[in-house]
C-alpha cells in the first residue's frame, strides 16, 4: 500500500510518501479500502510532535476514514462492508489501507457517501460528547461557539441547533460569518472587529453564554470568561492559537462556573461505547437531513502536506478531505 510517513518530527513537507507493507491483521481487526480521510488540526501537530500525545516514530497520521473493508478478521464486518472508522491518529489514515478493531467501524447505509461519512467523524463526536454529555446543554440554553467556521466549529453550530440551543458563534471574516448563519447560528459575530464577550453579554441581556465551546484558547478563553452565564460550562475541546490560558480557580469560584477539559482520543481506549454512542446519534441526525457536514476541498492523498497545512493555518472552512 501507498502511506505518508513520518520518520522525523518536523512540517508537512518532512513526510515522505512511501511503499509500505501491508501489515498482518489480528483477531478482531479489519483493514480497510480508504475512500476518504479527513484532516485534522491536530494532524500537524503529531507530525511536528507538538501534540499532547507523542507517537513512536515512525508512523502514518490521520484519526478518521471511511472505506470499504478489503479483509477482515472479524465476523461482524464481513469483507465488502462499506464502514467509517476512527483511529488514533498514528496508525494509518493517510494511506491507501488502514487497519482498526472491528468494532470501531460503523456501517455506513447506501446512500451516505465516504466523504460525509469521514467528515462526520472526530469533529462531530467531540461536539457531541462535549455539548450533550459533558456540559448537558438544554434547550433554549444560549451556546457559544468559537472558530464557527472551522471542523469543530461547525459541527458545534450544526449539533447545537439541532438540541434546541440558541446559538451564538464567532469567525474571522464576513464570508465566514454568514457561513455560521447558514448553519444555523442565531447571531454570528465577526471576532476581528468587534469584541465578543460585550456582544454577547449585549445580546443575552446580561445573562452571558450557558455553555461555551472554545478551539481556540489563549486570549478567546480568557475573554470567554467575561461572558460565561452563572452556573455556565466551558468546554476547552483545543487550543488552535498554540496559547494555553492558565484559568483561575478563584474567578470560577466567584463566578459559578465549570471549566471542562474534553481530548476526543481518551475515549478511544477509556469509553469507546461513548464513541459508538455518540456516532449513532450523529448518524440519526444527518439521515434526518437535520445536519450536513461542510465539505469544502477533496484533495489527492498525494496532497496531503499541503491539505494539512492549508487547515493548521485556519485558511479553510469546514472540512478537508484527503482522496486516494
Known sequence: MKAWRVHAFGPPDSMAFEDVADPPLDSGEVRIAVAACAVNFPDAMLVA?????????????????????????????PVGTRVASTLNGYSGGYSTHSVTAGSRCATLSDHTP?????????????????LHRRARLQPGEWLLVHAGA??????????????GARVIATAG?????????????????DYTTADFAGQVNEITAGHGADVILDSVGGDVLHRSTKCVA????????????????????????????????????????ARPDALVSAQQEIDSLYQ?????????????????PAAMKSVSSRATVGRVLLIP
Not at 150 to 163: E, R, T, Y
Not at 290 to 302: G, K, M, N, Q
Request: some cysteine; proline content about 6%.
Open 114 to 130: 465516504a466523504t460525509d461519512a469521514a467528515a462526520l467523524g472526530l469533529t462531530y463526536q467531540t461536539c457531541w460528547i462535549g
Open 150 to 163: 472551522g471542523g469543530i466549529g461547525s459541527a458545534a453550530i450544526q449539533l447545537g441547533a439541532a438540541a
Open 230 to 269: 452563572f452556573e455556565g460550562r466551558i468546554l476547552v475541546v483545543g487550543f488552535s492559537s498554540g496559547q494555553p490560558f492558565p484559568l483561575r480557580a478563584n474567578h470560577m469560584l466567584v463566578k459559578n462556573y465549570t471549566v471542562a477539559g474534553l481530548y476526543w482520543g481518551t475515549y478511544i481506549s
Open 173 to 189: 471574516g464576513r464570508d465566514k460569518v454568514e457561513l455560521c448563519r447558514t448553519l444555523g447560528a442565531e447571531v454570528a459575530i
Open 49 to 77: 510532535g507538538t501534540f499532547q500525545i507523542t507517537p513512536a516514530l515512525p508512523f502514518t497520521p490521520g484519526f478518521v476514514v471511511a472505506g470499504v473493508v478489503a479483509e477482515s478478521r472479524d465476523p461482524a464486518v
Open 288 to 304: 434526518d437531513k437535520r445536519i450536513a457536514p461542510v465539505v469544502s476541498d477533496c484533495r489527492p492523498l498525494t496532497d496531503a
